[in-house]
């Protein structure tokens, strides 16, 4: 029994506990913490049963993940959110492959489905990549990618040469593609694979410097858990192209 005002009473504590085996710590947890991650839920799905399938969903993952002795050590609602965010993509992603139908003569490509959700969440990564970006690649973005100017039109303000400004708009078109991969890993709690994990998108890029990419290497060769990881981003970057040239996403994201 935790007592109010002590150590144990905090989230990190209750993480301290689940991790020691104590079931009645996460229930704690799930009674501080599940009315907000329902109202999370509400912003990836709409469907009532939906959400009360993604929550217990997560919640027993994120269960299974502490009693693992992996996981949080903090910051609980956080990673709570983000387990939920990537198992919605994750179902998303699965559900779109599927299609069910009793007469298969009828198969063909048809036209294309958007699913409202997913293309939410693929907003929100975008949106949240971009705002990474250092200012200046974010407004050589903008101006060439939303605005539409040219290298020649933005060199006099930028005081660049037109083929300066292309260049750092390649730069920033790559540097975007790696934070929007970036955005569909979680965190991970080993050390190296956190580090491995912030440069899975350099990786499938292949923007890596070459002791980095010697280092992951040498990572991926004994860690699954980011192999996994990086298995995802890969099939993220060959299903959804780059994310700039889908102008709308900044648009109505930013």
Same mark, same amino acid.
């Given at each position: 029994?935790?007592?109010?005002?002590?150590?144990?009473? =905090?989230?990190?504590?209750?993480?301290?506990?689940?991790?020691?085996?104590?079931?009645?710590?996460?229930?704690?947890l799930?009674?501080r913490?599940?009315?907000?991650?329902?109202?999370?839920?509400?912003g990836?799905?709409?469907?009532?049963?939906?959400?009360?399938?993604?929550?217990?969903? #997560?919640f027993?993952k994120v269960?299974a993940?502490?009693?693992?002795?992996?996981? !949080?050590l903090?910051a609980?609602r956080?990673?709570?959110? =983000?387990?939920?965010?990537h198992?919605?993509?994750?179902?998303?992603?699965?559900?779109?492959?599927?299609?069910? =139908?009793?007469?298969?003569t009828?198969?063909?490509?048809?036209?294309?489905?958007?699913?409202?959700?997913l293309?939410?969440?693929?907003?929100?990564?975008?949106?949240?990549?971009f705002?990474?970006?250092p *200012?200046?690649?974010?407004?050589?973005?903008?101006?060439t990618?939303?605005e539409?100017? #040219?290298?020649?039109?933005?060199?006099?303000r930028?005081?660049?040469?037109?083929?300066?400004v292309?260049?750092? &708009?390649?730069?920033?078109?790559?540097?975007l593609?790696?934070?929007?991969l970036?955005q569909?890993?979680?965190?991970a709690?080993?050390?190296?694979?956190?580090?491995?994990?912030?440069?899975?998108?350099?990786?499938?890029?292949?923007?890596? &410097? !070459?002791r980095?990419?010697? +280092?992951?290497? #040498?990572?991926?060769?004994?860690?699954?858990?980011?192999?996994?990881?990086? &298995? *995802?981003i +890969?099939e993220?970057?060959?299903?959804?192209?780059?994310?700039?040239?889908?102008?709308?996403?900044?648009?109505?994201s930013?």
């Amino acid at each position: 029994m935790t007592i109010p005002g002590n150590d144990a009473d =905090t989230d990190t504590g209750l993480l301290a506990a689940v991790r020691a085996g104590d079931t009645a710590a996460y229930g704690t947890l799930y009674e501080r913490h599940h009315v907000a991650a329902r109202k999370f839920a509400f912003g990836l799905v709409h469907d009532p049963a939906d959400v009360d399938d993604l929550v217990a969903e #997560t919640f027993a993952k994120v269960f299974a993940t502490l009693r693992a002795g992996r996981g !949080p050590l903090v910051a609980f609602r956080a990673y709570l959110h =983000t387990t939920m965010r990537h198992l919605r993509y994750q179902r998303a992603r699965r559900d779109r492959r599927l299609e069910f =139908t009793d007469d298969l003569t009828r198969y063909d490509a048809g036209e294309p489905f958007t699913d409202p959700a997913l293309d939410r969440l693929e907003r929100s990564f975008a949106a949240a990549a971009f705002r990474q970006l250092p *200012e200046r690649w974010r407004d050589v973005l903008w101006q060439t990618e939303v605005e539409g100017s #040219t290298p020649a039109e933005l060199a006099p303000r930028m005081g660049l040469t037109p083929n300066a400004v292309a260049v750092l &708009a390649h730069r920033a078109r790559e540097g975007l593609r790696s934070l929007y991969l970036q955005q569909h890993v979680a965190a991970a709690e080993h050390p190296e694979c956190r580090w491995a994990g912030e440069r899975l998108g350099g990786q499938v890029r292949g923007r890596l &410097a !070459p002791r980095d990419a010697h +280092r992951m290497g #040498t990572h991926l060769g004994w860690c699954s858990d980011c192999r996994n990881r990086l &298995a *995802e981003i +890969r099939e993220v970057d060959g299903f959804r192209h780059a994310p700039y040239r889908q102008r709308h996403h900044v648009e109505t994201s930013g």
